[in-house]
């Protein structure tokens, strides 16, 4: 896997963004819950309305819907990803707020990691691939450089790398 610092080809979204209370969808529980999933169908929408550019909270073109199934659930869940294009792949973190815990997601992509994107208008199929070691590392450094190093972070994100299936 090749790396570069991000460059005006690669396509991110913006440095300034905090993902944690867009990332999941879940079940409505609570007032907060609700707020969130709120969220993440405003999102989604604007997404699937203007071929994956996003306004809200300045977005623009640097998400994909990540199609992946509840471990527990078996039901489909559509998630808005910040997401880092790599050649044909897209590489998303998985970071509530940099918090250190871990979304839903990852555990559904772990247990089930052949999913589905929406790429700008493109629903693509995809195989997700957890990072680890120099990978993990590089990775993490086009994050960082893209968005900025979180300060005081002692927590090793789970990293997904989603690689176009054939």
């Known amino acids: 896997m090749s790396w570069s610092p991000p460059s005006p080809g690669m396509v991110l979204a913006s440095p300034k963004t905090k993902y944690s209370k867009k990332m999941e969808r879940r079940p409505i529980m609570t007032e907060s819950s609700t707020v969130r999933t709120d969220h993440n169908n405003q999102i989604i929408a604007e997404f699937r309305a203007s071929n994956g ?6 977005l623009g073109n640097g998400i994909v819907l990540l199609h992946h ?5 078996g039901q489909e869940w559509v998630t808005p990803l910040g997401a880092l294009l790599d050649g044909d792949a897209w590489v998303v973190i998985g970071s509530p707020a940099r918090a250190p815990k871990e979304p839903r997601w990852v555990g559904n992509l772990r247990a089930h990691p052949d999913v ?4 700008g208008a493109e629903t693509i199929p995809v195989t997700a691939r957890e990072l680890h ?3 993990w590392q590089t990775a993490w450094d086009a994050f960082a450089a893209a968005f900025g190093e979180p ?10 790398r989603l690689e176009r299936r054939t």
């Open 53 to 58: 550019v996003v306004t809200t909270n300045g």
């Open 69 to 73: 199934i509840g471990v527990k659930t």
């Open 116 to 119: 589905r994107i929406e790429a």
């Open 133 to 135: 070691g120099d990978e």
């Open 151 to 160: 300060g005081g972070v002692d927590w090793t994100w789970p990293t997904f």
